[in-house]
């Protein structure tokens, strides 16, 4: 879940941030800066018909740097930055 400041009339930078996994709790106040940024959000607007999520349905997510990698390690690509 991640509550917004709005800071500019295109760009919002979260003010707090819990993970829907480990409940982890991040907040703008400096201490997480750089943990903040590594944040991973997922929205996806499930199609007609879909089997998965439900017909049309709105799903999302907010995960903290830890429980993304553990997530997703095992497949991920990851490469050097270029």
């Not at 800066?33 to 944040?39: G, K, P, R, V, W």
């Not at 996806?44 to 390690?73: M, P, R």
Request: glycine share 4%; aromatic share 10%.
């Amino acid at each position: 879940m991640k509550k917004n400041q709005i800071m500019a009339p295109d760009k919002e930078m979260p003010d707090i941030f819990a993970c829907d996994r480990c409940r982890k709790k991040l907040s703008n106040d400096g201490e997480h800066f750089y943990e903040l940024q590594e944040t991973v959000s997922i929205h996806v607007h499930c199609g007609f018909g879909s089997k998965t999520w439900g017909d049309l349905n709105n799903v999302n997510c907010d995960l903290c740097e830890q429980c993304i990698y553990e997530l997703i390690a095992d497949f991920a690509r990851v490469s050097r930055y270029a």
